[in-house]
């Protein structure tokens, strides 16, 4: 089913755009683990909009209501539900999305999927507003890995062209805008601050990095944990673009560059170099599991654009109206995190099953 | 279930590189399908070792012989399957690569995995003998789309830093070596007969069309187009980067240059580019449907590497003997062909549940 | 995931009796379907509770609130969520049903798997009160169905002892108290009026029947209709039996009495009996699919019980306070209806697979 | 996926009656199990045809071929694959199958699923064959069970209306024709000698008791321990009903007489009765999993029996040929086994996620 994902971990998300809420339900939490409600309103923030200069104007509180799932704090083994309510919503005419399809959206193929029966309005079950919910069932697995001493970091690897500078680092993670030099990330804002005044939008690369892991997680073939992530990540709208460690550069090297041997730390076994991104066979080998999604620039645009009117099925002008963020890759950070925590937790619970 | 994948289609692999045999099984096909066995071994032979001057010297027949889900060369609605025997298998010693894991391949996270009671020889589950029975099922789907009008073409599109040029066309897919350029093709040869000659091994990238597609394939969310393919090319061994349509370049592009306008053409919508690689909001857009994927080089090299004797737990030298393809990319074509083909029938019968 | 069934149509139950909400989320149905929110709470108000003599006295209005999957009354093909409000509840203490399980009740088996972080109250998730989302699941099904030419009927086959008398036949399912014989029916209500009145309470046989199904639904092995009515049925709660057709009854019988000999009426093929209750393999044949859910008697009596005190660990005595339904029979005639739809229109969905 | 089952573990069944082989796949099993193939050859043969009286004269070897999962006689965490090659097949004209559809077999169904391609020969996919593959997997999983503690027993509990005496031991289960009372065993042979005499057949009963088992395994909703069981036993061909503890007694007792009271055996918690059937709310609660499945007599008989004439559309006599089980009770025994044995690994593996 296209709105649940996982094994071990299930997670379902429902909601439109304009529909009363949206929400998540998780299966599979064993019962006991303590939820930080604050932590993960925090958490819930980083990806709200309203916040800054690049992102859209529409400020929602974002904040969650557990319908179920807990006993006080603490979860009881039950499915967790949760959701957020849309508010102030339906309040202006969205019809025109229906007849005259925006370029890079889903309103064309929805049209011919759901047979004119889609929820248009505010982009309906495509809008990035359903990634709120992915982030709350995020943050919750975030605040159990922790637990188990694995943290996930990332940070804004690319704006358009410009590249942040540097080896992604804890301390990153904690910016308002995370890169790793402040110079690449000023360039960055610049450059997005200059879309938006030009009526664009422009895309980026997110990375991300699972540290902590033990050795053994994921499983061969279709369960890999690039498989396990790339399923989730996927499903992150703007997503176009995946790759682990070296990724489409080790397509460029020899295996003498590209193989990390392994050696000894500590009596630890390691390896020296990192290009397979922590994973060898689908499997975890126990250093920082690595990845980087690309982000293609938002779609809504102020520019006009050509279309086709599906009414009187002729090409026309189309000028969309309405604030939307410039870039969507500073919001997405959280957004990239909780894939990578759901992913790695549900690897995590599949593990149990093999211990002797 | 790791070896399992698909939702109206179900796939099931089996077997180790020295198991008594490999094979597949797949669920849910209707009853009524006509297979040309001759069509499928002739595309089974593509993936194939011992075939030409940069591949392994190992030959097999890869004749699969089918087990059930047939009447005659017609499906009967039953789960087909169908395996394909390993000959001289475990005629040498594999047990070093249980205690000097070998840099870049998964001796050492399946060592950790399935606490030393894995299968080591040949590389035991994770061998890219794996991808045999990935195209008979492939292999069977072709046959299958191609009497709906859906095709699906492929074709070397790197070899470490040397580009193919120019456009993929169905002509390109019936070579041997299917690039474009025949140019470049030859640089790329030649650049695997240099790896080859120094011991080393190069990666590459193949990028993969589907054809003829109807608008309206794949789902929101997590079972969108790029989640299915993404799920299985995933599972090939050594795929490290996937991305569709323009991909990780349209990270860097502007939404004015990115978006792919709408137009019609002799009465049908089209889009003038195809940056999404003919997936919108994960649903196909009818345009044609396009990605890459980055293989990185083959981890068995002859080079000595540095490893950790995991008996000893001292670091030493490992020299791996035997012959290896010091390129697998050419071989990947057909596998890759077979993911994406896999992924679009699913799509494709998970549509008719819609249809009113 | 316990909590979610269904392969083409993927129903989601959550929430616990005293959470702030119970729920569902159904994914799968097709957009375009026109919801009757009248009908649908005719319906639900046959679960509820309050109605009568013979339920418990705690009155809820049951009216679920739609959060998503809707564009107005119509499905626009994304996961409908609905959820009803758990009202005035955690207002006593319920701390005593961890300590000292109920006998019959899930309250020492939920100790035990949830290491003592079960929601206790009112039952937690084991409460009959999760059935109210599978009505809305299973009302929403029957109406779709029904647009079909399908209908799901039922009665009361027995309570206790007492057996109803005659063919279970549609104006039945219409009634109050659904017997065929009023006789009957009055004996019934007497016996559990009885039961009431000695502090008891007493089980019953819940009969159903799908008319009008075409033939050919269902699948051979397990996707038989049988095992997809069994795996939602045995999910509400107090089921301990279920057979189709003669069920039990054709163990006893000879091949030549249970076969049911094929004819023809009217130009279409029956059988002259059905005591297959219409399934053959697994599949529809075209005949009423006919089946009978054992309840057991409600756990909650209020006559003194023995059970264990899990912190002394001694023996004691239990008297449960409090208003219980004497006979659950009767409500849950709709849910065992919402377990059938709910499992013939997923056979119905995967059936559209197979159509050429 | 009709063929396949199960979340920890995953079972999928392929074959027809007729095709090359019927064989297994189970996908789950951790590395390290070892198997003891000569146990398993003897679990096998109490399903095999040809062994007595009472069972059809056809004679197999039923002798599986492990293809893949296996280092030596120890697993090794990949999917275990095992296949019985078919012999003697396709040696008569089955057609006539095509045409009139034998009364109580599926003929009629697969005609009307498969569109007229279905494998009808010896009964295709429905075939009793195929559980020969349920009975390799449930070997599998009854020698794992068995490391822990946990075994499974059954018996014979009625053929017709002859009842067995006394309650189920485990000195039972080793019997050749397992009753515990051998007078009624004696009764029930003569009654199935009797209705081979007659050309006829006979049904029974099977009832099957999980011993050892830990309070905890299974969840509540759709994954209860009955739900889980029903899901496999109702694929077994010929089971028309299921119930669990006191079953369907339990619809017409009293809440006083049904529920079973908690009480402290040396120290540990048991219940007084097992009128619950070691089942409360989906949960085990470490007393006996006790359930009985109903088997209808066998379809095929020798007496002369109505049909529909398919291709005429005229309604005929019809006469089936060769020789077949007058009673296919006994060789189910075993497989009701695997059902449980399969039904309960799984849960177990399930259970070590929410170990804490």
Same mark, same amino acid.
């Given at each position: ?163 942040? +500078? ?19 990330? +000023? ?170």
């Amino acid at each position: 089913m296209s709105s649940s994902i996982g094994e071990n971990l299930r997670l379902t998300i429902f909601g439109q755009s304009h529909s009363p809420a949206v929400g998540m339900t998780l299966e599979g939490v064993p019962a006991g683990e303590n939820l930080d409600f604050d932590v993960l309103a925090a958490f819930l923030r980083r990806r709200a909009p309203g916040q800054n200069a690049w992102s859209t104007a529409r400020k929602e509180a974002d904040a969650p209501e557990f319908l179920s799932g807990l006993l006080g704090n603490t979860t009881c083994g039950t499915p967790l539900t949760a959701i957020i309510r849309n508010t102030d919503t339906r309040s202006k005419d969205y019809s025109a999305l229906k007849i005259t399809p925006r370029p890079g959206h889903a309103d064309f193929t929805a049209e011919v999927k759901y047979h004119g029966f889609q929820d248009f309005a505010g982009g309906g079950h495509f809008s990035g507003r359903l990634t709120a919910p992915l982030c709350i069932a995020g943050g919750i697995c975030l605040q159990i890995l922790k637990r188990e001493g694995i943290t996930v970091i990332s940070r804004i690897a690319a704006i358009g062209d410009i590249q942040d +500078e540097g080896e992604l680092l804890s301390s990153t993670a904690g910016k308002n805008f995370p890169t790793v030099s402040d110079v690449q990330g +000023e360039k960055m804002r610049a450059l997005i601050a200059e879309a938006r005044a030009e009526e664009d939008s422009v895309g980026g690369v997110v990375e991300c990095a699972v540290l902590g892991l033990p050795a053994g997680l994921g499983d061969p073939m279709f369960d890999g944990m690039e498989n396990r992530i790339a399923a989730i990540v996927f499903g992150i709208p703007a997503v176009k673009g995946l790759e682990f460690g070296a990724g489409f550069a080790s397509a460029t090297l020899r295996g003498s560059e590209n193989n990390d041997a392994f050696a000894l730390r500590d009596g630890k076994i390691v390896t020296e170099t990192n290009r397979c991104g922590g994973i060898l066979g689908g499997i975890t080998n126990g250093m920082p599991l690595v990845f980087r999604a690309a982000f293609k620039p938002t779609p809504s645009i102020a520019q006009s654009q050509r279309t086709v009117n599906l009414q009187t099925m002729e090409e026309e002008n189309l000028n969309i109206v309405g604030r939307h963020d410039p870039c969507i890759v500073p919001r997405a950070v959280p957004v990239v995190e909780s894939a990578a925590a759901i992913a790695v937790y549900d690897a995590l619970l599949g593990r149990r099953k093999e211990e002797r």
